[in-house]
């Protein structure tokens, strides 16, 4: 009888490691998936940036693309969190918001256009 008692416990034992295992592995692969869903873009196209508000969680990657004939930059409100080279055709630039909080941004070269990123 004491031995059942104790291969028992060796079974409930394996049980346990097994869903410890099984709980890790999910963790894992949720944190991996959040991975894709912290990256959003802004298009710059007929000299505005659009959205013009785009809303994101603190972390994400917002890149932004140039899709006009002439150069534009991506310059924060501030002139200090973030300022991009200027971007020809086509060309592309990036910056994440880790910290929470309103954004507002310009076109060094055309100063009329702004628009913002809201960090959460
Ligand atoms: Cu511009």
Excluded at 13 to 33: P, W
Excluded at 102 to 120: G, N, R
């Amino acid at each position: 009888m004491k031995s059942d008692k104790s291969k028992m416990r060796g079974t409930v034992m394996m049980v346990v490691a097994l869903l410890a295992l099984v709980a890790a592995t999910g963790a894992r692969r949720s944190a991996a998936a959040e991975k894709p869903s912290s990256h959003a873009e802004v298009t710059i196209d007929n000299f505005s940036f659009g959205p013009q508000s785009l809303s994101v969680k603190a972390g994400t990657e917002v890149t932004w693309v140039n899709h006009d004939d002439i150069p534009h930059t991506v310059v924060s409100e501030d002139l200090i969190t973030f300022r991009s080279r200027a971007l020809d055709t086509d060309e592309s630039w990036s910056f994440t918001f880790t910290k929470p909080g309103t954004y507002t941004y310009f076109c060094s070269i055309h100063p009329k256009m702004t628009a913002k990123v809201v960090a959460q």
